[in-house]
């Protein structure tokens, strides 16, 4: 079981999206991170076989997974970052005809549209339209039709975009149930997602694979440190303007701000240990710090 | 598979709208029909319904018979001693109406002498029949074929800049070959059900085409492509059991709609006068067939129409990722033709014979002099038509199988 990419690229009208990505992954949970256009999604387009590559090679096991046409596709599972489905199928017929299309027999194909309607918490809603599901269900049938033929590669794009605190840590749980024998590949452009289950992460950005590790080996590698600093209510915005800020906590004296810096930004900064969240703000910059990039 | 990509296109709103809308077609078809039997009473009045119906399938059948000399005579004898009658003699409209209504029985004759005994081949004279003599019954067969000739032959003619030798002598032959003399009997029915086919053929076209636009389009529209594509089959049989479901859809929808405009029609104003040849109502036609053939040939016709525009429409969404542009692929066919034919050019002219919407409408096409000479034989457009658009529909299933497996996601 190992998926191999090498020097994989991908150009649209003369912009590289994807620049000469270089990673072999075997067994477990990884995590793509990057902000919104970095490339993570041609990149799993490419993974799963819907784009072609301008130049470079993904084997699997050895195996070209173009030439290997359905063969790849039956131990894939991928749940695209816009889900769509069918609006007026029931939950049931939607994984059912998944199913079908994923060449489960019928027999099978009802256990275990059966079997995964419990694990994601869909039992109930099973004989809902599609349409009528909220954005949280949906996901989860997302995940459900992408488990159907038990694959062997998980693929999920920004799996936990646009959902709840509650709901995202729940589906952060699901996948790691689901992790197990095999590969799985998570991207998203929100730290807390990888941070707790990917084994290694990928940071991604401009096509490129700016660095990879473990959570712990991205932070012992920052080339910045972290810095904790009190600072006036007058001198926040300054701060702001003129320094990586990783989080703003506000005080009656003012401000408790987290910085990435090479520098001691102030006298009494205090240098603290840094998390995942200073490393994406050191790589990516303040693009990182989108509005619901910080949970 | 097959049974979720139907559910796809009948589950939507849309696709119920779409399927009660040729219900009502259906019905309106076999209203109309119903509606167009009349029978003009004693009084000189019209009646329609079923009692119309069955006076006039009562009055006709009087004449059922093989239509000879001799039977041709005993009709022209009745004729001139209809309109001999004061009534027809009166200057009084309600009077002549009441003259009509005694000659119902013999108004499919007496149409066609109107054309038999003409003065052209491209004339009509409401009237000739009455000046018609007993003398002249025996001119009736051979007067079709004269005019006919007559008007071919015209060095000045119009036929002169339409037809080659070769189509002409193919026409000549038609016309000497029909056999003679005609059976006659009540055809209403038949006239009626194939008349109002093309509103029912045309309504299943437009409907199954729109029907048809969104089976590949609409996993575009809804976003289910990157699952689709990413599946085991969703790059083979997934994509047939797309081109299965149109290709069922089209044949479920279209022969239901049909045989029950059909059975009704034929249910309501009889069955009688299958056998009769087309000519009783479209003398000028060179085809050689039966009531019965004719329907055959229009439905068979309308199937194979209603299969091509539905498969190019499913083409063109493939191609365009748009249902909605796709779906108007169906109107285009039908009613570009009919802006080309008002442009009065002899070539485009002969063009729009072999074009896909003759097939929606063929029982009026009947009558056209629709040949073409393909240098080892000569046809008329309805010989080939159904070949020709049975090789295109099929010649569209790889094309849109290989267009839409192979479609990158955007």
């Given amino acids: 079981m190992e998926l191999t990419i090498t020097n994989l690229t991908k150009e649209?009208?003369?912009?590289?999206?994807?620049?000469?990505?270089n990673e072999t992954l075997t067994r477990g949970v990884y995590g793509l991170l990057g902000v919104n256009g970095a490339g993570k999604t041609t990149l799993m387009r490419m993974l799963t076989t819907l784009l072609h590559p301008s130049s470079g090679s993904i084997t699997w096991d050895g195996e070209d997974i173009f030439a290997m046409e359905g063969r790849f596709r039956s131990i894939l599972g991928y749940l695209p970052q816009e889900f769509g489905?069918?609006?007026?199928?029931?939950?049931?017929?939607?994984?059912?005809?998944?199913?079908?299309?994923?060449?489960?027999?019928?027999?099978?194909?009802?256990?275990?549209?059966?079997?995964?309607?419990?694990?994601?918490?869909?039992?109930?809603?099973?004989?809902?339209?599609?349409?009528?599901?909220?954005?949280?269900?949906?996901?989860?049938?997302?995940?459900?039709?992408?488990?159907?033929?038990?694959?062997k590669l998980l693929i999920l794009d920004e799996p936990t975009a646009g959902l709840d605190p509650n709901e995202r840590i729940r589906f952060r749980n699901l996948i790691s149930e689901l992790a197990e024998d095999r590969i799985v590949l998570l991207s998203t452009h929100i730290v807390s997602d990888?941070?707790?289950?990917?084994?290694k992460i990928f940071l991604m950005k401009d096509g490129r694979i700016a660095v990879s590790g473990t959570a712990p080996e991205l932070t012992a590698a920052m080339p910045e440190r972290v810095w904790v600093c009190q600072v006036s209510k007058a001198r926040i915005d300054a701060y702001l303007k003129a320094l990586k800020v990783s989080n703003v906590k506000t005080t009656p004296e003012g401000a408790e701000l987290r910085i990435v810096s090479a520098e001691q930004p102030t006298d009494d900064a205090v240098q603290v240990v840094p998390t995942l969240e200073d490393v994406f703000l050191c790589y990516f910059g303040q693009r990182g710090g989108e509005a619901d990039a910080a949970v | 598979?097959?049974?979720?990509?139907?559910?796809?296109?009948?589950?939507?709103?849309?696709?119920?709208?779409?399927?009660?809308?040729?219900?009502?077609?259906?019905?309106?078809?076999?209203?109309?029909?119903?509606?167009?039997?009349?029978?003009?009473?004693?009084?000189?009045?019209?009646?329609?319904?079923?009692?119309?119906?069955?006076?006039?399938r009562s009055a006709q059948k009087q004449w059922a018979g093989v239509l000879d000399t001799p039977r041709l005579e005993e009709i022209i004898r009745e004729n001139q001693r209809l309109c001999a009658t004061p009534e027809a003699q009166s200057k009084d409209?309600?009077?002549?109406?009441?003259?009509?209504?005694?000659?119902?029985?013999?108004?499919?004759?007496?149409?066609?002498?109107?054309?038999?005994?003409?003065?052209?081949?491209?004339e009509y004279d409401w009237y000739c029949n009455e000046s018609v003599t007993p003398n002249q019954a025996g001119d009736f067969y051979p007067n079709r074929t004269k005019l006919m000739k007559a008007w071919l032959l015209d060095e000045t003619g119009s036929a002169q800049y339409l037809f080659n030798e070769n189509e002409k002598n193919y026409l000549i032959e038609q016309y000497?070959?029909?056999?003679?003399?005609?059976?006659?009997?009540?055809?209403?029915?038949?006239?009626?059900?194939?008349?109002?086919?093309?509103?029912?053929?045309?309504?299943?076209?437009?409907?199954?085409?729109?029907?048809?636009?969104?089976?590949?389009?609409?996993?575009?529209?809804?976003?289910?492509?990157?699952?689709?594509?990413?599946?085991?089959?969703?790059?083979?049989?997934?994509?047939?059991?797309?081109?299965?479901?149109?290709?069922?859809?089209?044949?479920?929808?279209?022969?239901?709609?049909?045989?029950?405009?059909?059975?009704?029609?034929?249910?309501?104003?009889?069955?009688?006068?299958?056998?009769?040849?087309?000519?009783?109502?479209?003398?000028?036609?060179?085809?050689?067939l039966k009531f019965w053939q004719a329907w055959v040939l229009t439905v068979v016709g309308g199937y194979i129409g209603c299969l091509f525009f539905a498969f190019l429409t499913m083409w063109v969404s493939a191609k365009t990722r748009s249902a909605v542009f796709a779906s108007t692929v169906p109107f285009l066919l039908m009613f570009v033709p009919n802006f080309l034919d008002n442009l009065n050019n002899d070539t485009i002219s002969r063009l729009l014979g072999l074009f896909p919407d003759m097939l929606l409408q063929i029982y009026q096409k009947l009558r056209y002099f629709y040949v073409y000479d393909l240098g080892f034989c000569v046809k008329g457009a309805l010989d080939i038509l159904p070949a020709l658009y049975i090789v295109l529909t099929a010649a569209l299933v790889p094309l849109m199988y290989c267009q839409f497996r192979k479609r990158p996601i955007k």
């Fill in chain 2, 176 to 288: 000497e070959t029909l056999e003679t003399p005609f059976y006659i009997d009540y055809t209403q029915g038949w006239e009626e059900l194939l008349y109002n086919s093309p509103f029912v053929i045309m309504m299943a076209a437009l409907i199954l085409g729109y029907m048809s636009s969104g089976i590949f389009a609409n996993e575009y529209r809804w976003r289910a492509d990157p699952v689709f594509f990413s599946t085991r089959h969703g790059r083979d049989k997934a994509v047939w059991a797309k081109i299965g479901a149109g290709f069922w859809m089209v044949t479920v929808l279209y022969w239901a709609s049909v045989l029950i405009y059909s059975l009704v029609t034929l249910g309501l104003l009889g069955f009688d006068g299958g056998q009769c040849p087309v000519q009783i109502a479209l003398w000028k036609s060179f085809y050689h």
């Fill in chain 2, 1 to 56: 598979m097959l049974r979720f990509e139907l559910k796809k296109i009948l589950g939507s709103a849309g696709g119920k709208i779409a399927a009660l809308l040729l219900a009502a077609a259906v019905a309106l078809s076999c209203w109309m029909c119903v509606s167009d039997v009349c029978w003009v009473n004693d009084q000189g009045d019209e009646e329609i319904g079923f009692a119309a119906i069955s006076k006039l």
């Fill in chain 1, 194 to 199: 990888v941070e707790y289950i990917a084994g």
């Fill in chain 2, 93 to 122: 409209y309600n009077q002549n109406d009441i003259a009509y209504g005694w000659k119902q029985g013999i108004r499919p004759v007496l149409n066609m002498m109107n054309y038999a005994y003409s003065r052209g081949f491209q």
């Fill in chain 1, 85 to 151: 489905f069918y609006p007026n199928f029931t939950v049931e017929e939607y994984l059912q005809y998944i199913a079908s299309i994923k060449g489960l027999r019928p027999a099978v194909a009802k256990q275990r549209v059966k079997e995964l309607l419990h694990q994601v918490g869909l039992s109930k809603a099973r004989s809902k339209k599609m349409k009528n599901l909220s954005g949280g269900m949906k996901r989860r049938a997302g995940i459900a039709q992408a488990m159907l033929n038990d694959p």
């Fill in chain 1, 12 to 21: 649209f009208s003369g912009t590289r999206a994807v620049d000469s990505v």
